[in-house]
């Protein structure tokens, strides 16, 4: 038996962010005298035992056609709600988001340091992605791929849902030609241009991945010196694969921690509203066909990492 199409939301986005949509199991274990009664057992131990009773008594928990429901409704198996959280205020990350290139179907953004791609744990309004969804009146934008909120540099949207797993399927199976560039010690001892190869794991809830020594390799980094000064190496870092930190993580290896880094080598705990030493980590080129329009892109980033030109400055956060 085919499921019925998910029908439209009642609630609009709420700073960039869809409501929650949750769908009632239509064979749930147990009965259940009401909807109250199994929304508390659904959510019990997690923070949504305190906050859905709330959600429920002060109507802003909506069911199909923007009906309000509440705690003693019947339960309807299969049926959809709807709901937004409580969102914690944010610290909001103070550098503009840049727009490389846009069309009816794909955006291309400039993201700076210290912003995440898209909502996860406690960055969920100040993201790329809700962020542009406001500024630029696009409420159904989509990520094609994530960069680390402490990276900056180009990243891909698509604008419209039909398009969306086209451009994501680029990234998945890597048609899309990415160069980074890094700011990070020189080194003459290492030998460069070489491609690092090795096993990269990273286990939930652990900062910082973790290369398995012997274990067949499942990431690839070609790594280029670029140009030098004063002690401070340019890379130019082609990634052939695209685990979690993989870059941060070759480098590590190589003996050549990229500056500001507060995971490679030391695991250290910066305060996140602290912007003064950024990463010197840029997604700089992206290269592709694209799958909707046929057309050939490159694309580069307008930003530059800012311990090349001055160092100094860099450094003390000035």
């Known amino acids: 038996m085919r499921r019925r199409p998910i029908p439209p939301a009642p609630l609009p986005q709420l700073a960039g962010i869809d409501p929650v949509r949750l769908r ?3 064979d749930p274990e147990g009965m259940w005298p009401d909807l109250g009664a199994y929304l508390a057992a659904r959510y019990a131990g997690t923070r949504g035992a305190e906050t859905m009773p709330g959600l429920l008594r002060s109507g802003r928990v909506l069911g199909e056609g923007g009906r309000v429901l509440r705690p003693d409704d019947p339960y309807e198996p299969g049926s959809y709600l709807w709901f937004h959280r409580d969102m914690p205020a944010e610290p909001p990350v103070p550098f503009p988001i ?7 179907h794909l955006l291309v953004a400039d993201k700076p340091h210290f912003l995440a791609t898209t909502p996860r744990g406690s960055h969920v309004t100040q993201t790329a992605l809700a962020r542009l969804r406001e500024e630029l009146d696009l409420p159904a934008l989509s990520p094609a791929h994530r960069l680390d909120r402490l990276t900056a540099g180009l990243v891909m949207f698509s604008i419209r849902p039909e398009d969306r797993g086209a451009y994501q399927l680029l990234f998945q199976n890597r048609q899309v030609d990415k160069e980074y560039e890094a700011l990070a010690p020189l080194d003459p001892g290492v030998a460069l241009p070489r491609t690092v190869r090795s096993r990269i794991e990273k ?3 652990v900062i910082a ?5 012997g274990a067949e390799p499942n990431a690839e980094t070609l790594v280029e010196l670029a140009d030098a000064k004063d002690g401070v190496g340019r890379y130019r870092l082609t990634p052939h694969t695209g685990r979690t930190h993989q870059l941060r993580v070759h480098m590590n290896s190589l003996g ?3 500056l500001g880094d507060p995971v490679y080598p030391d695991v250290t705990d910066p305060d996140p509203r602290d912007y003064r030493r950024p990463l010197q980590l840029l997604a700089r080129v992206l290269s592709f066909t694209d799958p909707v329009t046929g057309a050939a892109h490159r694309f580069e980033s307008r930003r530059t990492l800012r311990a090349w ?8 956060g000035t």
């Open 203 to 205: 286990t939930r809830g």
């Open 98 to 104: 840049g727009v490389v290139y846009r069309d009816e």
């Open 209 to 213: 991945a973790a290369e398995i020594p």
């Open 256 to 258: 050549l921690p990229i």
């Open 309 to 316: 030109q001055d160092r100094a400055a860099w450094e003390s």
């Open 24 to 26: 009632l199991p239509s």
